[in-house]
């Protein structure tokens, strides 16, 4: 048989109205993408098997099985629509993924504002090659196109399931409408059976706890794939809003009374030479934007890249292994971790989520002690909903965009020269002493993209590249921070201050060869986690004691404890799961994703979550060892994420106080 040009177009107009046609290149186009994700990723210990790609289609099924029960029209437009929604979640969690190393969720997305904010940030993280991705739907347009060009009457044509403009009779349009309902529930029972099965299972044996811990993002996606696991975050997110409210598990209620018992059970450190030393004294704690620990001390071409920072460093204490803790939240989670002393969310931000919830924060406690307290950001003040989340932190003001002089406009807003120098201004003319302020600067954002006529560093090899532009920035804040401390001593409130000055989280700079040019040698893998994960602490204390470089790990979570110990104020009566750095007890710093360190070892978790297959380090080899030398330290760091999940999702602050 000769098919000609005419039959052959013919047939494959005929074979794309077919219904099961239509439906098949739906789930072959999305399965293709979700590999391609998948593809990019490039997560640890992580593949897409067999079964993942079973599972996959499952809940492609689950997702469109009712688009079966809809008329031929409606079953080609549902199509139509489900391609392009799942087409924009799958890339929006591609280029998400590449910035934040995470996935999407419904907290996330209620967000949306810090999405838009990101701007040039979002530009920076699209490829070329993602053109590609959306290849069926450039094809779909110049298909649509040629067929609006070249229409023809086809009123009498008849589909091969029989749809046409045509009226049917009675009989066979019950024929066909039972033939509908039937592959539709076909299609739901299949997708039960390949998505829920293998999900279950899994959930009963290997990643036994799935669904009763906290698991981090990537990992469930492990287990659920992309698809289920945006499903189980949009059941959470209905889960926790309807009727009144979720319950804590008793058993995770318990836990967190044990917990902060054995805590408040513990004798105050008041015999510290250290404890009450600074009573009353100022306390200014600055959050620089993306300030990393790797460049601390370090030149380029001969020029030091944070000059003013080092010089700091003679007459302030430098923690050399602070840790930064935050998840999705970011920015956000470092003020939050800094100034509540808990752990932020595995799932968003609490300053978003759970701005109307009870806690122990430093601007409160230092309020009730007669502090003024203030908190300056030159940017949008409803930004990760801080003006909410301030009000309960009871500051005083919030000073924000609106508040400052656009004089020096850089990057987002303001640029961190002027920032500070307007902040000093209102903190000598218009904030009474004792006063506790908070900075949070910006010009060192991603992308970095730095103005040429404030490029001070000669960045050589790296010029023109992402990593040259942060080494930029950077070193345009450390200037500016050594702008701050001048003027403070200038206005006489130097001597009366503690001043802190910390990282709030990494650069989303990833690329490993980039920092062995920059360090000149090569990294393994506890190099890079703890180049990824440390940023600097700076506590200048008013008489300039106890200076020098503490090598002992910290995190951003022992800022209030350590800073109610130096004002004299005992931390044990409050809700904190910081370490109080002063107290000469040892410590362990757990990290939002699960890693932890003790300052003996250094645990880092595979990307699925199982402990064993994660890594443990010997911090004296910094060489790998038995797994097991971990073990209790990761018991302890679950625990511990366990107990600040529990406190902050169930507002069980205010209910433990109530039943003192």
């Known amino acids: 048989m000769v098919f000609t040009s005419s039959s052959r177009s013919s047939m494959l107009r005929r074979l794309l109205h077919h219904p099961l046609s239509l439906y098949l290149l739906f789930i072959a186009l999305i399965l293709l993408k979700l590999m391609w994700l998948h593809h990019n990723l490039h997560a640890y210990n992580i593949t897409m098997g067999l079964l993942d790609k079973i599972i ?6 689950l997702i469109s099985f ?30 998400y993924y590449r ?21 040039d940030s979002i530009a920076t993280l699209l490829q070329p090659g993602d053109l590609l991705f959306f290849a069926d739907w450039i094809a779909f347009v110049i298909y649509g196109v040629a067929r609006l060009l070249t229409r023809r009457t086809r009123a009498n044509r008849t589909s091969l399931y029989g749809y046409s403009d045509q009226p049917y009779g009675h009989t066979r349009n019950k024929a066909r409408t039972r033939r509908r309902f039937t592959a539709g529930g076909i ?39 992309l698809l289920a696991f945006h499903g189980y975050d949009l059941y959470n997110f209905a889960k926790d809003r309807i009727g009144s409210g979720p319950e804590a598990d008793p058993a995770d209620v318990d836990l967190v009374k044990s917990f902060f018992a054995e805590r408040q059970n513990q004798l105050p450190q008041t015999d510290s030479p250290l404890f009450g030393k600074y009573k009353g004294s100022n306390v200014i704690v600055v959050q620089g934007e993306a300030f990393m620990n790797f460049m601390i001390g370090q030149s380029i071409g001969g020029q030091e890249i944070t000059p003013h920072f080092n010089e700091l460093m003679k007459e302030s204490q430098y923690y050399s292994h602070f840790y930064h803790q935050t998840g999705q939240g970011r920015t956000s989670d470092a003020d939050f971790g800094a100034n509540i002393s808990l752990h932020p969310l595995p799932i968003g931000s609490a300053f978003v989520r759970y701005a109307d919830h009870t806690y122990d924060s430093l601007p409160s406690i230092l309020k009730d ?17 801080r003006y909410t989340m301030y009000q309960q932190m009871k500051y005083d003001k919030f000073y924000s965009k609106n508040d400052f002089a656009q004089d020096d406009p850089l990057g987002w807003s303001l640029s961190d020269v002027s920032f500070f120098r307007q902040s000093v201004e209102k903190m000598d003319s218009e904030v009474s002493e004792p006063f506790y302020s908070f900075l949070i600067t910006l010009s060192s954002h991603h992308p970095y993209a730095l103005p040429v006529d404030k490029q001070q560093l000669d960045v050589g090899e790296f010029q023109g590249t ?34 802190m000055f910390y990282g709030d989280h990494d650069n989303s700079i990833k690329e490993q060869a980039q920092y062995e040019k920059f360090l000149g040698r090569s990294l393994n893998q506890l190099d890079m986690e703890q180049i990824m994960n440390e940023v600097p602490l700076l506590v200048h204390l008013p008489d300039g004691a106890e200076a020098g470089t503490i090598d002992e790990p910290a995190g951003q979570l022992d800022i209030t404890p350590s800073a109610l110990h130096l004002l004299g104020l005992s931390d044990q009566s ?26 003996s070892v250094f645990y880092i978790p595979s990307d699925d979550y199982i402990y064993e297959h994660g890594s ?40 433990l106080r109530e039943e003192l």
Not at 73 to 92: D, E, P, Q, V
């Open 56 to 61: 996959a289609i499952g809940s492609l099924l």
């Open 66 to 95: 009712w688009t079966w029960w809809l008329p031929h029209k409606g079953f080609k437009i549902s199509l139509i629509a489900l391609n392009l929604i799942l087409t924009a979640l799958i890339y929006a969690d591609m280029v």
């Open 99 to 119: 910035y934040f190393q995470d996935f999407l969720t419904i907290p996330v997305l209620l967000q949306a504002k810090q999405v838009d904010a990101l701007g």
């Open 187 to 225: 299609a739901l029972v299949l997708g039960l059976s390949l998505a829920v099965g293998p999900i279950y299972y899994y959930s009963k044996t290997w990643a036994k706890g799935l669904f009763d811990n906290n698991w981090w993002n990537v990992s469930m996606y492990n287990v659920t794939g």
């Open 369 to 385: 002690t007669g502090y003024s307290t203030n908190v300056f950001h030159a940017y949008e003040s409803g930004f990760w909903n």
């Open 466 to 499: 992402m990593f040259g532009n942060y080494l930029q920035s950077v070193h345009y804040v450390d200037s500016a921070l050594g702008g701050l401390v001048e003027d403070l001593k200038n206005r006489g409130l130097w001597d009366n201050t503690i001043f």
């Open 574 to 599: 409050y809700y904190h799961m910081g370490n109080d750095v002063y107290d000469g007890s040892s410590r362990t710093v757990v990290l939002r994703n699960g890693a932890f360190t003790d300052g």
């Open 616 to 655: 443990c380090y010997d911090l004296s080899t910094r060489g790998e060892t038995d797994i097991n030398a971990c073990r209790a330290g990761h018991d302890e760091a679950s625990k511990r994420l366990r107990v600040s999940d529990t406190v902050i999702t169930y507002d069980l602050i205010a209910r």
